[in-house]
């Protein structure tokens, strides 16, 4: 059974940054796909970023040049590197992969994301 535990997240300051973990375990055939989505309160969750296996890269605008994803050299971790970071960055951020052969997909339990102005 496929686990993510992620990391990272916390309290930060209007400008600085965060770099957000995402470990995954349990899979025999590895992933082709690793997000990161976030929701904030009374919001509906929404796509951050992308990478999949071949390294391409996508971002939502509103985090276009401020985050950077990328992978681990095991392609089994993921992370998220915040910068200049705003106030409606908040909200709780949640790690998925979808695994390869099977096309699963599998979340993680989310890490907080609180920027204060």
């Known amino acids: 059974q496929v686990q993510l535990v992620e990391s990272g997240g916390g309290l930060v300051q209007a400008g600085g940054s965060l770099r957000l973990s995402c470990a995954a375990s349990?899979?025999?055939?590895?992933?082709?796909?690793m997000r990161w989505y976030r929701q904030a309160p009374g919001k509906q969750r929404e796509l951050v970023a992308t990478?999949?296996?071949?390294?391409?890269?996508n971002y939502a605008d509103s985090v276009k040049g401020r985050f950077t994803i990328s992978r681990g050299n095991d392609k089994n971790t993921v992370y998220l590197q915040m910068n200049s970071l705003k106030p409606e960055d908040t909200a709780v951020y949640y790690c998925?992969?979808?695994?390869?052969?099977?096309?699963?997909?599998?979340w993680g339990q989310g890490t907080q994301v609180t920027v204060s102005s």
């Open positions: 998925n992969v979808i695994e390869r052969q099977t096309q699963r997909d599998y």
């Open positions: 349990g899979s025999s055939f590895g992933f082709n796909v």
């Open positions: 990478i999949t296996r071949s390294d391409n890269l």
